[in-house]
């Protein structure tokens, strides 16, 4: 299986702030990376998919980078809604193996 | 508007079999562009992929859960269900059903989820 590793688990931002999450594979899973959302009791939320392609109505203060084994997701200006916990997941083979999850606080 | 909703016993005893149903609103299941999915989440933890299927085109399964899992359809209720059979404890999760196509294993629409435990 491919192993996907976020960093860091937990980050601690404020409204305005700019912040990225990493996400690394454990090999090369070209850009076949999506991103997720999730609140707490509700279904994740696509943001990213390709690495950087960006989900239909899904604000433009979300992007996302990388390719091979190294992806960021950067979110431009934190708003209150954004605090939350992202996931990445892969979809080069065939388990989709997820990330562990970061935790976006509000500091 | 596509809904999808799982439901099915909230309760079930260690070395039994997990059964769920999704029945989907606004897409039908034999359509020919998108594959319909089971993923889990255990409580606080993260997500794992169970298994699809392409209603003209077969199923597939996690490698790591493949031999306990079974994916069905029923065309005439417009759902489709799983089975995971021998549980423990570790298969205690909030069980979605969701809808992906068939060039991108990423999935947009989710069920809302439905938490199953495993426990005597």
């Known amino acids: 299986d491919i192993q996907m590793t976020q960093s860091p688990s937990t980050l601690s931002a404020s409204v305005g702030d700019r912040v990225t999450i990493t996400c690394r594979a454990s090999?090369?899973?070209?850009?076949?990376l999506a991103w997720y959302q999730q609140k707490p009791g509700k279904a994740p939320e696509l943001l990213i998919y390709?690495?950087?392609s960006l989900e239909s109505g899904v604000p433009s203060r979300f992007s996302g980078s990388g390719s091979g084994t190294e992806f960021t997701l950067t979110i431009s200006s934190l708003q209150p809604d954004d605090f939350a916990t992202y996931y990445c997941?892969?979809?080069?083979?065939?388990?989709?193996?997820f990330g562990q999850g970061t935790k976006l606080e509000i500091k | 508007q596509l809904q999808l909703q799982e439901s099915g016993p909230g309760l079930v005893k260690p070395s039994e079999t997990l059964s769920l149903t999704c029945t989907v609103s606004?897409?039908?299941?034999?359509?020919?562009?998108?594959?319909w999915a089971w993923l889990r989440q255990p409580p606080g933890k993260g997500l794992e992929w169970i298994g699809s299927?392409?209603?003209?085109?077969?199923?597939y399964y996690n490698p790591s859960l493949k031999s306990r899992v079974t994916i069905s359809v029923d065309t005439s209720k417009n759902q489709f269900s799983l089975k995971v059979s021998s549980v423990t404890a570790a298969d205690t999760a909030i069980y979605h059903c969701?809808?992906?196509?068939?060039?991108?294993?990423?999935?947009?629409?989710w069920g809302q989820g439905t938490l199953v435990t495993v426990s005597s």
């Open positions: 606004g897409d039908s299941i034999s359509s020919s562009s998108y594959f």
């Open positions: 969701a809808r992906h196509v068939a060039n991108g294993w990423y999935w947009i629409f």
């Open positions: 390709k690495a950087s």
């Open positions: 299927f392409f209603y003209s085109g077969g199923t």
């Open positions: 997941q892969q979809y080069h083979s065939s388990s989709y193996t």
């Open positions: 090999q090369n899973i070209n850009s076949w």
